[in-house]
């Protein structure tokens, strides 16, 4: 079964700091991963995808993310945070193309001045 | 803008009463879904439809029913709504699942008394 770890329900980082956000999977195949973004009293957006074409992914507003198949990762980065990035970043994994998405709890980034 | 429209925006009600949510969408989109959304706790399927006239339950079905009588509506109905269904809810659509990305809508908050 696939499943979703995301580590630290609150980061908060300096304005111009590198933002990192981590998420473990669990699955049984390749797995389709996805990063989410939930700005306040929205729904949630693509941030990015990853679905094995390359291992490392990037985004829209500078965020990336890195496979790595050996540690079960897909951490979220961006090198430097801007204050509109505070927001709740959802990872996801689907196991196969005929499986539904697996949410993890989400973290809620906030960006310090 | 295309995309998902949910009705109502926000909705309170009392113990025992019953609602529907309206999840319209414009995409021509297959698959549609219903989450709920608590904090600390992620999104959590309720119920998804693979096509029209279909339906299946996600992770926490009980308590709620959905119909998806034409292919861009799906509805998600409460028939004693209880304070444990106090949450926001998001319907989302895509063209099928697995790497297909997620369009959700803005969500709508419920509160039960």
């Known amino acids: 079964a696939q499943s979703v770890t995301q580590l630290g329900s609150h980061v908060s980082v300096s304005e111009g700091a590198l933002v990192l956000l981590r998420c473990n999977y669990s699955s049984s195949v390749p797995p389709y991963l996805f990063w989410y973004v939930q700005y306040p009293n929205q729904g949630l957006q693509l941030l990015l995808k990853?679905?094995?074409?390359?291992?490392l992914v990037k985004g829209i507003n500078d965020f990336e993310a890195e496979f790595k198949k050996s540690e079960t990762s897909f951490h979220l980065t961006k090198p430097s945070a801007h204050m509109s990035d505070a927001a709740e970043y959802f990872c996801?994994?689907?196991?196969?193309?005929?499986?539904?998405?697996?949410f993890g709890e989400g973290t809620q980034l906030t960006v310090n001045p | 803008n295309a995309g998902v429209t949910q009705t109502p925006k926000f909705r309170v009600l009392k113990t025992g009463q019953s609602m529907t949510l309206l999840c319209a969408q414009d995409?021509?989109?297959?698959?549609m879904y219903w989450y709920r959304q608590d904090p600390g706790m992620g999104l959590r399927l309720i119920h998804y439809?693979?096509?029209?006239?279909?339906?299946a339950k996600g992770e926490v079905p009980d308590g709620y029913n959905v119909s998806r009588l034409k292919k861009q509506n799906f509805l998600l109905g409460l028939e004693s709504a209880a304070p444990s269904q106090t949450s926001v809810y998001f319907c989302?659509?895509?063209?099928?699942?697995?790497?297909?990305?997620?369009?959700f809508g803005a969500g709508s908050r419920l509160t039960v008394l």
């Open positions: 989302a659509s895509s063209w099928f699942s697995g790497a297909n990305v997620l369009t």
């Open positions: 439809s693979v096509g029209e006239g279909t339906t």
């Open positions: 990853y679905t094995s074409a390359a291992t």
């Open positions: 995409m021509n989109h297959e698959y």
């Open positions: 996801a994994v689907s196991e196969t193309s005929g499986s539904r998405l697996t």
